[in-house]
């Protein structure tokens, strides 16, 4: 299934790789899960202050926050954005490690401060690779 | 003794649906162990090949992190939430 995503929410998370590199940034994808339908995405404080430039980390109780309060308006979380700064918008075996299934994972490529590249992934079932999906822009 | 156990929303396709499930357990340990037994799909995102929970599965007994507690050793009774809280992580 591709990942339908609006502009806004796109160009949200754009910005917000720009404005962090040369760290790595982080956010959710949230919109409707049963249409992988993205309306907004959300800044998230990267918790990794020990190595930003290639790393993130949210905490569990920070995301449940999020995701109530998105319930709350009607919104769930589709999945995550993260950057790469100066690295592919391909998915890490750490990436692969950490993730969760059913959730869209969206990688943007930062390249000395400009986007260069901004792919999805997903995590196979048996955790063994992450598989690219479309991403798809809509109104 | 009956234990209720919050399911993420990512793992929710792997307990048909369900946002919680009830098992029989006297420790958290055992808990995720019953829940795996009846939703077997869940289990290789919560434990790693080595039978640990991976470092991103957060379990709360009611609003206690069982790692503050005696992990999965933590004695669980009936009445008690268990909740399952996914951190994410990654990074190139």
Known sequence: ????????????????????????????????????????????????ADRPEDRYQVSG???LR???????????????????P????????????????????????????????????????DRSAMDEESIQPTE | MSVSIRIPTALRPYTDGCAAVDVDADTA????D?????????A???RGPDGRLRSFVNVYRNDEDIRSLEREATPVKSGDTLVIV???AGGA
């Open chain 2, 44 to 46: 290789t995102h919560l």
């Open chain 2, 86 to 88: 996914p951190s994410i």
């Open chain 2, 34 to 42: 019953a829940l795996t037994t009846a939703h077997p799909r869940l």
């Open chain 2, 29 to 32: 340990g055992a808990a995720l």
């Open chain 1, 61 to 63: 109780l920070t995301l």
């Open chain 1, 66 to 84: 999020a995701e109530e309060a998105l319930a709350a308006e009607g919104l769930e979380v589709v999945g995550y954005y993260h950057s790469h």
């Open chain 1, 86 to 125: 100066d690295h592919p918008a391909r998915w890490s075996d750490y990436d692969r490690d950490h993730a969760l299934p059913n959730m869209s994972y969206l990688i943007t490529a930062v390249q000395g401060g400009t986007i260069v590249d901004t792919r999805s992934w997903r995590l196979r079932e």
């Open chain 1, 1 to 48: 299934m591709a990942l339908i995503l609006a502009p806004g929410a796109l160009a949200a998370l754009h910005e917000h790789a720009r404005r962090g590199y040369p760290h790595e940034v982080v956010g959710i994808l949230a919109g409707r899960r049963d249409e992988g339908r993205v309306s907004r995405s959300v800044p998230l404080g990267n918790e990794r």
